[in-house]
Antibody, heavy 118, light 111 residues
Framework: QVQLQESGPGLVKPSETLSLTCTLS????????WSWIRQLPGKGPEWIAY???????NYNPSLKSRVTISVDRSNNQFSLSLNSVTAADTAVYFC????????????WGQGTLVTVSS | QSALTQPPSASGSPGQSVTISCTGT?????????VSWYQQHPGKAPKLMIS???KRPSGVPDRFSGSKSGNTASLTVSGLQPEDEANYYC???????????FGGGTKLTVL
């Protein structure tokens, strides 16, 4: 059974970089698209970025200037980096698998709350 | 303001049917049959309920169905059950640049 687990600091200071890793178990990262999604408090989710196992990426235009997504196939992981964070980036961050060519997320991590505060 | 518009709330009694709408534009919902619906209980990750407008993943009850007309997609939940009470979000493919848009969500209450 494929499972995803997010990991990373739960507290980040303003202006610093938020870094999260998603680890896949029970399957292979190869041959799929993988994504980061966030959900601000009390709001709907927001797609951040996706990456194919080969390294092809795509970013939400509203966040593109601050975001980097990367993949580590040897460790079955992919990562998110969001720089110059502010309180407005406080959210639950989810990683998820994308069903190829369907633009839908079929497997999600449990999510991790990241608070931006000094 | 979310890119896709959903009503903030919907409700129904057990056994009844309820329909939730998701309105986009001709650049997303109206052009692509790549609308999905997610169910999210408090504190949990979203769960895929419908993809490609009307396809149910394995394990999703057939009480859940999807449809689309023009720029508006809909999710219908028939035979409402207490465990259906949750937030529901729609998404739509919106082209290579924007890729995916989310709706603001609809809180479904089972009375």
């Amino acid at each position: 059974q494929v499972q995803l687990q997010e990991s990373g600091p739960g507290l980040v200071k303003p202006s610093e970089t938020l870094s999260l890793t998603c680890t896949l178990s029970g399957g292979s990262i190869s041959g799929y698209f993988w994504s980061w999604i966030r959900q601000l408090p009390g709001k709907g989710p927001e797609w951040i970025a996706y990456i194919y196992s080969s390294g092809i990426t795509n970013y939400n235009p509203s966040l593109k200037s601050r975001v980097t997504i990367s993949v580590d196939r040897s460790n079955n992981q992919f990562s998110l980096s969001l720089n110059s964070v502010t309180a407005a980036d406080t959210a639950v961050y989810f990683c998820a698998r994308i069903i190829n060519a369907v633009a839908a997320f079929d497997i999600w991590g449990q999510g991790t709350l990241v608070t931006v505060s000094s | 303001q979310s890119a896709l518009t959903q009503p903030p709330s919907a409700s129904g009694s057990p056994g009844q049917s309820v329909t939730i709408s998701c309105t986009g534009t001709s650049s997303d919902v109206g052009t692509y049959d790549l609308v999905s619906w997610y169910q999210q209980h408090p504190g949990k990750a979203p769960k895929l309920m419908i993809s490609e407008v009307n396809k149910r993943p394995s394990g999703v009850p057939d009480r859940f169905s999807g449809s689309k007309s023009g720029n508006t997609a809909s999710l219908t939940v028939s035979g409402l059950q207490p465990e259906d009470e949750a937030n529901y979000y729609c998404t739509s493919f919106a082209g290579t640049n924007n890729w995916l848009l989310f709706g603001g969500g609809t809180k479904l209450t089972v009375l």
